[in-house]
């Protein structure tokens, strides 16, 4: 079964901190993926990388970056953090090649004061 | 609790019946579609997909119909077990749209005793 993991699942930080979150896949999986996820607004797409030291921009990256380093380990970086930043922050990997059906992680609750 | 259901439409079911949960999707030219299933606390987990040259699939206790006419999707579950309580969450893709994937809101289901 892939497994996808996240470094935290709650995360309480203050505004104009740097925050890094983690994510791992055991899967040998091309594409990673973070989504942050609101009441409402349903799954937003931040960033996602289709190999190693790729990245793309998604839907809503204003204050993110991230980090592919390694093709297992996708990371998310809030440069300063925000009270509007807090929220659910999903990882998510997938195969590729069309066979894109995408596995998540567990998710980071993640509270900015 | 779980905040991702706020604002949800939500589908009460008996325990026992059958549930339809509907979801219209957004371009004629998706071509694979996906439905999640995230129970409260956790990351959406895969369900069934199916491709646009299908209009039905069939899982365990799970069936997916595809109405490419109307662009509609429905997830159809065979006798609601109170496991089944979760939000439930269409998604779709297309080619030229690399392996990204379009989430749609979702709705909660919800089973009575």
């Known amino acids: 079964d892939v497994k996808v993991t996240q470094s935290s699942r709650y995360l309480v930080k203050r505004t104009g901190e740097k925050v890094f979150l983690e994510c791992v896949q055991d899967?040998?999986?091309?594409?990673m993926f973070w989504y942050r996820q609101d009441p409402g607004l349903g799954l937003r797409l931040i960033y996602f990388s289709y190999d190693v030291k790729m990245k793309e921009k998604g839907d809503i990256p204003e204050g993110y970056s991230v980090s592919r380093e390694k093709k297992e380990r996708f990371s998310l970086i809030l440069e300063s953090a925000s009270t509007n930043q807090t929220s659910m922050y999903l990882c998510?990997?997938?195969?590729?090649?069309?066979?894109?059906?995408?596995?998540f992680g567990p998710g980071t609750r993640l509270t900015v004061l | 609790g779980e905040s991702v259901g706020l604002h949800l439409p939500t589908l009460s079911v008996q325990e026992g019946d059958n549930s339809i949960i509907n979801c219209a999707y957004s371009?004629?030219?998706?071509?694979?579609f996906i439905w999640y299933k995230q129970e409260s606390g956790k990351g959406p987990q895969f369900i069934i997909d199916?491709?646009?040259?299908?209009d039905k699939r069939q899982g365990q206790r799970v069936t997916v119909l595809l109405n490419k006419t109307v662009k509609h999707l429905s997830l159809q579950i065979a006798a609601t077990q109170p496991g089944d309580s979760a939000v439930y969450f269409c998604?779709?893709?297309?080619?030229?749209?690399?392996?990204?994937?379009?989430f749609g809101k979702g709705t909660r289901l919800h089973i009575l005793p």
């Open positions: 371009n004629s030219a998706s071509d694979y």
């Open positions: 998510a990997s997938s195969l590729g090649d069309f066979y894109n059906e995408q596995f």
């Open positions: 899967m040998d999986h091309e594409n």
């Open positions: 998604a779709e893709n297309w080619v030229n749209r690399d392996d990204k994937i379009i």
């Open positions: 199916i491709r646009s040259n299908m």
